[in-house]
């Protein structure tokens, strides 16, 4: 019996320990937890769920919010055929766009702007799925009209896009003014990093490390469930002070 439990044990001990490596090659928190997994065994692995797996469960409702996304776009695929309504389209290409799939958001909200012209929220949602593709020759004059009628649309991001969209169509001196002015307002780290790249693009490398640095320097002050989902940011920004580092030499 006891050699029994002791198996049992040893099974869950590995079972622990596959959980905890798995959610840290997929969520990549600080690079100490894989030596407390792989070190401490299944006590490691238990405290790293405890502190890290847990918390990430509120997560989970994004990640389970893809199926119902998905029967929503199919209804309104069938519905389109019947009211191909600009309403129908909007709600179609915002979904398309939570779902990845930028190039259906971007033709979706093509249709809805053919019929009606006088909302700029589906040009500038057509211009984020333009950026994504990495069409910014389109996406400049979609996210302008949204920039023109609104500098702070989007919370600030508009701006940003745009300050990123000219500097990735080589109209510096529009993208560093208006990064200049996106900066002085917005915390996004979508921004800092766009305006990390723009800086390192141009040979301002002490620059461009300082904007790379200041995403990481968020992280501390940050609740829990924002520093997961800025996970993808802080790794970006790790890597491009990596290389800036390189270039500086």
Known sequence: MGSLLFFFAS??????????IVHFIRRRPDTYWIFIILFLGWIGALVYIVVEVLPDASLLRTEFQVFPRRRRIHELERAIMDNPSAGNYEELGLLYLDDGDFAQARACYARAISSRTDSVDPFYRR???EVEMGDFAAAEPDLKRAVDADPDYDFHRAKGLLAHAYAQTGQNEKANELFRQATKISTSSETYYNYALFLQSQGRVAEAREWAQKILDK???MPGYQRRRERPWFRKAYALLAR??????
């Open 219 to 221: 992280r501390p002050t």
């Open 244 to 249: 800036l580092k390189l270039q500086a030499k």
């Open 11 to 20: 099974w869950w001990g590995v079972i622990l320990q596959v959980v905890a």
């Open 127 to 129: 211009g984020v799925a």
